[in-house]
């Protein structure tokens, strides 16, 4: 199964590489909880187009999580920072134990990437700000992916712009898939795949005129390479596939070539803060089961 092997490759690359190591034990634990199918029922029944034009799929829906799993969640991956010798791992643990925190309202901070929401969380425990951003990115994953698979029937190709689909990031990578070398967006949130035309930067939609620069090791220039945009100096990973990468491979892929982010960094480009679109949409938290309420009458 794509997905187990992609974890246990996450934890392998943790093992190997002690840079990536604390953001790939994140993803290996989100990859592993995503893995089960009862995520889709915290989903709308639908995540067809909406009816404002470039609205991704996810803007005004309702999302009804669990919120007990959802909290476990955090908890198991405060326990894989730990694992990686995280200084905040013991001041996050406090966080996600405490009565007042609210696993749906950190869901939809990281969904809607209200940045400020969740550094205000971590403040309440004096933990590092950014740290609860990375978290709770990976603590969406699995609803978010969910979200991915459901949406992929109803897209039809015809999504021109830059940002995905159904979450409204921006790209992680692009694929140059198969012998038609046709370009393909992906997005590391949801794992959707959207097409894109060559030489059209996703950012800004600026077309090059010429053949566009890119940065790549000398080895690998058909097959990774970093393309960059010369208006808006934004910079897309762009990797060979053969066929669709599943959506742990594309974090996998990610962080397999961070030296390709290093270089185009150094270099003075950039990729956009935030999303495409402001979304809007609802995280509420699911009425206990039935047979509990029983119980407690
Ligand atoms: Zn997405
Ligand atoms: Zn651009």
Same mark, same amino acid.
């Given at each position: 199964?794509?997905?187990?092997?992609?974890?246990?490759?996450?934890?392998?690359?943790?093992?190997?590489?002690?840079?990536?190591?604390?953001?790939?034990?994140?993803?290996?634990?989100?990859?592993?909880?995503?893995?089960?199918?009862?995520?889709?029922?915290?989903?709308?029944?639908?995540?067809?187009?909406?009816?404002?034009?470039?609205?991704?799929?996810?803007?005004?829906?309702?999302?009804?999580?669990?919120?007990?799993?959802?909290?476990?969640?955090?908890?198991?991956?405060?326990?894989?920072?730990?694992?990686?010798?995280?200084?905040?791992?013991?001041?996050?643990?406090?966080?996600?134990?405490?009565?007042?925190?609210?696993?749906?309202?950190?869901?939809?901070? $990281? /969904?809607?990437? *209200? +940045?400020? %929401? &969740? !550094?205000?969380?971590?403040? #309440?425990?004096?933990?590092?700000?950014?740290? @609860?951003?990375?978290?709770?990115?990976?603590?969406?994953?699995?609803?978010?992916?969910?979200?991915?698979?459901?949406?992929?029937?109803?897209?039809?190709?015809?999504?021109?712009?830059g940002?995905?689909?159904?979450?409204?990031?921006?790209?992680?990578?692009?694929?140059?898939?198969?012998?038609?070398?046709?370009?393909?967006?992906?997005?590391?949130?949801?794992?959707?795949?959207?097409?894109?035309?060559?030489r059209r930067c996703p950012f800004c939609g600026h077309r090059e005129?010429?053949?566009q620069?890119?940065?790549?090791?000398?080895?690998?220039?058909?097959?990774?390479?970093?393309i960059?945009c010369s208006r808006c100096?934004g910079?897309l990973?762009?990797?060979?596939?053969?066929?669709?990468?599943?959506?742990?491979?594309?974090?996998?892929?990610?962080?397999? $070539? /961070?030296?390709? *982010? +290093?270089? %185009? &960094? !150094?270099?003075?480009?950039? #990729?956009?803060?935030?999303?495409?679109?402001? @979304?809007?949409?609802?995280?509420?938290?699911?009425?206990?089961?039935?047979?509990?309420?029983?119980?407690?009458?």
């Open positions: 199964m794509p997905t187990a092997g992609a974890g246990r490759a996450l934890e392998q690359l943790a093992a190997t590489d002690p840079a990536v190591a604390p953001l790939a034990r994140l993803q290996a634990v989100a990859l592993d909880a995503a893995a089960d199918p009862s995520w889709e029922r915290s989903l709308p029944a639908s995540l067809g187009p909406r009816a404002e034009a470039g609205a991704p799929r996810l803007h005004g829906a309702r999302l009804v999580v669990d919120s007990d799993r959802l909290r476990a969640l955090f908890v198991q991956l405060v326990a894989a920072l730990d694992a990686a010798g995280h200084p905040d791992s013991a001041r996050l643990r406090q966080l996600f134990a405490a009565p007042g925190f609210d696993p749906p309202a950190s869901l939809r901070a $990281s /969904l809607v990437h *209200d +940045v400020p %929401a &969740l !550094e205000d969380m971590a403040a #309440r425990v004096a933990a590092t700000p950014g740290v @609860l951003v990375v978290v709770a990115q990976a603590a969406a994953l699995p609803l978010l992916v969910a979200c991915g698979r459901r949406a992929a029937a109803t897209l039809d190709g015809r999504w021109t712009l940002y995905c689909p159904v979450c409204a990031a921006w790209p992680t990578l692009a694929e140059v898939r198969g012998l038609a070398r046709e370009l393909v967006l992906r997005c590391g949130r949801c794992g959707t795949g959207w097409p894109c035309e060559h005129q010429h053949s620069r890119y940065f790549a090791a000398a080895h690998e220039r058909e097959t990774r390479r970093a960059t100096h910079y990973k762009v990797l060979a596939t053969l066929e669709p990468l599943a959506p742990s491979e594309i974090l996998l892929r990610d962080l397999e $070539s /961070l030296e390709l *982010d +290093v270089t %185009a &960094l !150094e270099h003075g480009y950039r #990729r956009p803060e935030g999303l495409g679109w402001s @979304l809007a949409l609802t995280v509420e938290s699911a009425p206990p089961p039935r047979g509990w309420l029983r119980w407690r009458g």
